[in-house]
């Protein structure tokens, strides 16, 4: 607890107040900066799904929608125990805190886990083009389905659940970083901000998420017997 | 020396003198704007210069009458700037329709003409004078720019697509041709000329260089790929009779209708499965690979001018092409005087 | 009890100014790890002023050598390869290392706190981060760059970029990559600290017009640059495992780069101007010593550029291949995006009516910016003309009309900032003399290298060429005597504002008798800015009061 004793206030605010209105804006103008590098890459990924809609869809409906439906219930309940710990550590609830932050965590490393796992599988169902792909595949489908733009739909999907997966990386750094600051008692109903704003990043990160997986994985028909792991 | 130095470019088109006529009103409404601005600076700088270090000034914040005033007039004049230009490049986007069609593929770093007759040009064109000549452009790799200044047009030339863009020279004389949309190493070299001639000596020209239209060799093409397979004359082949084709509206499987254009035309050679026609299964294999861009050229100039009843017959025995059916569904096509037994399944007639 | 210090003009004491201070920003504590680990926004200010300056001298270096290769038409200075990989050095580096951050990061990083009265940013740290980052980026960059060079221009256009070029791509990407993070961590620091952060009774419209200016800039910072990242990652991506979002190969489509790509690069232009322009209108109310006329039009000029900047990007591309009715728009919505410039230039030059003119040096380079800006940006309403822009478009028209604007304009009103606030930030006057000798210099050479441009490029010279048709060689050589005089003229500053630091005068406060909380303090200004938060009680720039004692 010997930290504790140093200021909240920072020598450039002139009340606790200024400082963590500006602390909250300063992370929900860096939350809009994030939309717009998400919106301009989901922009690319609409302006092609228009242009060829049945390849989209032959291409979505060959994803893993089991894993990607487990982990969006995986994503939004860490955002729940996010959403906890914030409130733990304004009502000076140590123990609720320490447990929740490590659930966030050890939630946020599941999707991770599961998501790898995904990757694996999408290897395996030879969906990765320049590395493992069968164009023979696409064609004979009824009605046949263009492997080139099945390839860049792909390439899509890699590129928007891997910029996603490096927020999520991101996020887990921050949340293993507010868990040492809890342990030395630096989260407390007066020093909250850290995870406040912290929980705000997280939030917005499982709110790309939900945008991701309709867009991504159920423009496609699936059909139940085709899930798997 | 100085005598040779140019200072504007010849005006050798239509359109060059329309472009001129605007670029010579906006020099003198932003030159005298430009002017006005620097002369009253120049005035005030000196009129009202510092006498002495306690100077006092009038306490003026602004006036907002004037304000607004200088802020909604300009755009009057921009709205006629603006018209202006867009006027002069909508009639460049439109060709006139019954204008010749050179193609013209860009790569690197190199200008391929071909005129609709079979003359083969690399990076000269020759056109004659006094009448529009079109352009239909495309590149082999890269972006690059079809840019002629004494035309006062240019136009990117884009890989995967068709662009277009027409000129009406009205002078004779050898032009510089640039391109100027940089592409790599020898951008700056990938320069040649138009050549504008007088009706006569263009004629001439044009006897000297023939190797046999573009149609022409097209034709053999489509023999020698074997398009005739399926894209016979009989209404029960497994494919669209191609006569009269260009330029009809054609309503695809999908409830899309399309214009048949060069484009479209183009498309359905590389991605057969892209639009598929009412009435008909995707069968039909790409020839991506086995066809470049100036063959493709080729085809297009002679499914252009294919007239009813002009087919040519299946004479000769070749291989199949790659991808294609070896026999098609239902059998292999009837000889046109027989009669009609199977209708292969899936199948109505042609619309 | 905090002492009221009003924002209206105080004629300097005629007498010897009062000695500065014994601890200001600069001697609180020395050596190297005070330095790199500092979080005064002021010395920050100092550690960019280095690197841009650093990166601006390497820019000039490629345009010197590309310069001196267009004496002559066969161009055999350097091969044409060398040739492509320097122009594209010239404008990576230009744009992104110089341009863009300069004014924000030397000037704004500066003088923001001071002009609201703050004692530091929002988030100091944050703000020692963005240099760190930018420098990181600058490096990895310059590295790419000199080793082995790369060809692709700074614009990056695929399939080109993706497919054919053979050389650095990935690596420069990356180092631009990087630095955009600085952009976007700076604008956010910069909005934060203008909404959260002003001194009591510095409302809105009484904030000065420079940081309305560096608002609007950051706004489009925060916006625009994620998009740049997106198309960034994208070339790579595509480059690294040869699956192409771009690929016509696949039914990519190479124009959907180049949209994204100018949705961020157009507004990036006016990122690197209206903070220049924020400059300049400082610097014209306290030479002329009076308000600036029409102040609430000023300030929504800057906002209104900001906001038309996002939708004029396709002005771009007009001969890319988009349809005519998208070409209609944006031509029609770059003739709207001119009128907001307008605005401005009108109120400078109104502004000196009836003032008290003073052409000290600052005021020199804001009057040269106003001729050259004014000129530049009147060509922007040709290029805004489709007839016009359908036979210049990738000329050498273009190239004197961008330059006529970020050299012309902005950096003219950089040098203008650099020599304003230069007493400020070291509390040194410079040589009147040679600072004079040095914006004339810089106003003929800049141009005697770009008129000839103008014609050059009408004529049809085509841009990026290392060699040119025989017939445009006397244009060439004209333009290339130009630059190497404006080489002069920005290596002469270097001389004696470095000299003025050991033998220049001191400053005192405020040497110019300019208005602005900035002037209040010492110079240089002490580690905390201000002991205790000055209250606000007037407008800015109250040049015309009449003096009186005590609150205004």
Not at chain 1, 177 to 191: C, E
Not at chain 2, 90 to 97: D, E, G
Not at chain 3, 306 to 333: D, K, N, P, R, T
Request: with cysteine.
């Amino acid at each position: 607890m010997a930290s504790a004793n140093y200021s909240i206030l920072a020598h450039h605010f002139e009340n606790l107040e200024q400082q963590r209105e500006t602390e909250t804006m300063g992370m929900w103008l860096f939350l809009a900066t994030e939309i717009l590098i998400f919106g301009a890459i989901f922009t690319g990924y609409t302006i092609y799904r228009v242009r060829y809609p049945r390849d989209f869809e032959a291409a979505s409906a060959h994803l893993n929608l089991l894993i990607g439906s487990i982990n969006t219930i995986v994503l939004l309940s860490s955002s729940l125990t996010m959403a906890l710990s914030v409130h733990a550590t304004r009502v000076g609830r140590q123990k609720m805190l320490m447990t929740c932050l490590t659930l966030t965590i050890v939630l946020g490393a599941t999707f991770l886990g599961l998501k790898a796992l995904e990757y694996y599988s999408d290897y395996e169902d030879f969906l990765v083009p320049g590395l493992r792909f069968r164009p023979g595949e696409w064609t004979e489908l009824t009605p046949p389905a263009n492997p080139q733009h099945v390839q860049l739909m792909l390439a899509f999907y890699y590129i928007m659940t891997g910029m996603h997966a490096v927020h999520m990386l991101v996020g887990m750094g921050l949340l293993v970083w507010l868990v040492l600051r809890a342990r030395q008692g630096m989260l407390t109903p007066v020093r909250y901000m850290a995870i406040e704003v912290i929980g705000l990043y997280w939030h917005f990160v499982d709110i790309v998420w939900i945008f991701l997986l309709p867009l991504l994985y159920l423009t496609g028909t699936h059909h139940g017997s085709d899930l798997h792991f | 020396m100085f005598a040779e130095v140019p200072l504007f470019p010849e005006q050798a088109s239509t359109t060059a003198e329309r472009v001129d006529a605007l670029f010579f009103f906006l020099c003198a409404v932003t030159g005298i704007m430009a002017v006005s601005i620097a002369l009253l600076l120049l005035y005030f700088a000196v009129k009202y210069r510092r006498r002495a270090e306690d100077d006092r000034t009038p306490r003026i914040l602004g006036n907002k009458r004037l304000e607004w005033f200088w802020t909604i007039s300009p755009m009057f004049v921009f709205l006629i700037m603006f018209l202006w230009g867009a006027s002069i490049y909508t009639s460049v986007a439109q060709p006139p329709p019954d204008a010749p069609e050179v193609f013209v593929i860009g790569k690197q770093w190199m200008w391929k003409i071909q005129h609709p007759d079979g003359q083969r040009e690399i990076n000269d064109l020759h056109i004659p004078v006094g009448r529009p000549v079109k352009l239909t452009l495309t590149s082999e790799d890269v972006i690059h720019d079809f840019f002629v200044p004494a035309f006062r047009t240019k136009i990117d030339v884009v890989p995967g697509r068709y662009v277009h863009t027409w000129f009406h020279p009205t002078k004779t004389g050898r032009f510089h041709l640039f391109c100027s949309q940089y592409c790599g190493t020898s951008h700056a070299n990938m320069v040649g000329s138009v050549v504008v001639m007088e009706r006569a000596e263009y004629a001439e020209w044009l006897d000297s260089h023939a190797e046999g239209s573009l149609a022409l060799q097209g034709r053999k093409l489509f023999l020698k790929l074997q398009c005739i397979t399926c894209h016979s004359a009989n209404s029960q082949a497994r494919a669209p009779v191609l006569e009269d084709l260009y330029g009809r509206t054609v309503n695809l499987r999908d409830g899309r209708t399309v214009v048949a254009d060069n484009g479209y035309l183009r498309e359905s050679i590389l991605y057969p499965e892209a639009k598929v026609v009412q009435g008909w299964e995707s069968i039909m294999p790409t020839f991506k690979g086995q066809v470049n861009e100036e063959e493709l050229i080729r085809l297009l100039a002679f499914i252009k001018s294919l007239k009813p009843g002009r087919t040519p017959v299946r004479t000769e025995d070749f291989p199949p092409p790659l991808g294609a059916p070896e026999t098609p569904p239902g059998g292999n096509p009837k000889p046109p005087q027989a009669v009609p037994t199977n209708r292969p399944e899936g199948k109505s007639n042609r619309s | 009890m905090s002492s009221t210090i009003t924002t209206r003009f105080v004629p300097q004491a005629k007498a010897r100014p009062p000695r500065a201070p014994e601890v200001n920003y600069l001697n609180v504590a020395y050596g190297v790890k005070s330095w790199l680990l500092t979080t005064d926004h002021k010395r920050i200010a100092i550690l960019y002023l280095f690197t841009v300056t650093l990166m601006f001298f390497l820019g000039g270096a490629a345009a010197t050598v590309i310069r001196l290769n267009l004496m002559t038409p066969t161009g055999e200075l350097v091969t044409a390869d060398t040739y492509n990989k320097l122009f594209s050095a010239h404008g990576i580096i230009m744009v992104w290392f110089f341009l863009v951050p300069v004014v924000p990061t030397v000037l704004g990083n500066f003088l923001l706190p001071l002009m609201i009265g703050a004692r530091d940013l929002a988030f100091p740290k944050l703000n020692l981060l963005s240099w760190y980052i930018f420098t990181i980026g600058a490096v990895i960059t310059l590295w790419a760059i000199l080793a082995g060079g790369v060809d692709t221009g700074w614009t990056f256009y695929t399939p080109f970029s993706t497919r054919s070029a053979r050389t650095n791509v990935i690596p420069t990407i990356i180092g631009i990559f990087i630095s955009g993070f600085s952009s976007i961590l700076t604008g956010l620091n910069f909005i934060v600290t203008m909404h959260r952060m002003r001194a009591p009774g510095l409302t809105w419209f009484r904030m000065p017009l420079f940081l309305w200016a560096i608002y609007a800039g950051s706004i489009i910072l925060v916006l625009a640059t994620p998009v740049l990242a997106v198309a960034l990652i994208l070339i790579g991506v595509e480059r690294a495992w040869g699956i192409g979002i771009f690929d016509p190969e696949l039914g990519g489509d190479p124009l959907l780069f180049q949209h994204l790509f100018w949705f961020y690069s157009h507004p990036v232009v006016y990122i690197m101007i209206l903070p220049a322009m924020g400059v300049v209108t400082e610097i014209i109310p306290c030479f002329a010593r009076k308000n600036i006329y029409g102040y609430e039009f000023v300030a929504a000029s800057s906002v209104g550029i900001a906001v038309l900047s996002f939708f004029v990007w396709a002005h771009h591309m007009f001969v890319a291949g988009q349809s005519v009715y998208s070409a209609m728009i944006f031509s029609a919505l770059s003739y709207l995006v001119a009128v907001p410039s307008g605005v401005k230039v009108f109120s400078w030059t109104a502004t000196l009516y009836k003032g008290s003119v003073s052409l000290r040096t600052p005021m020199l380079f804001a009057v040269g910016f106003i001729a050259l800006f004014t000129m530049g940006g009147l060509t922007g309403l040709m290029l805004a003309a489709l007839g016009v822009d359908m036979h210049v478009h990738d000329t050498y028209f273009i190239i004197a009309h961008f330059h006529f604007i970020m050299v012309g304009g902005a950096v003219m009103g950089y040098m203008g900032g650099l020599h304003f606030w230069w007493p400020k930030m070291t509390g040194r006057m410079y040589s009147e003399f040679l600072s004079k000798l040095a914006a004339l210099i810089i106003f003929v050479g800049f141009m005697l290298t770009f008129l000839p441009q103008f014609v050059l490029g009408y004529l049809g010279m085509p841009r990026r060429y290392h060699v040119y048709p025989p017939e445009f060689q006397i244009l060439n050589v004209m333009s290339s005597a130009g630059a190497s005089i404006l080489a002069v003229g920005y290596v002469l500053p270097l001389f004696y504002l470095i000299w003025s630091l050991y033998g220049g005068k001191p400053a005192g406060p405020n040497p110019w008798g300019a208005t602005g909380l900035e002037w209040q303090t010492p110079s240089p200004p002490p580690p905390h800015n201000f002991d205790e938060t000055p209250i606000v009680t007037t407008a800015p720039y109250e040049y015309s009061l009449e003096e009186t004692d005590g609150v205004g």
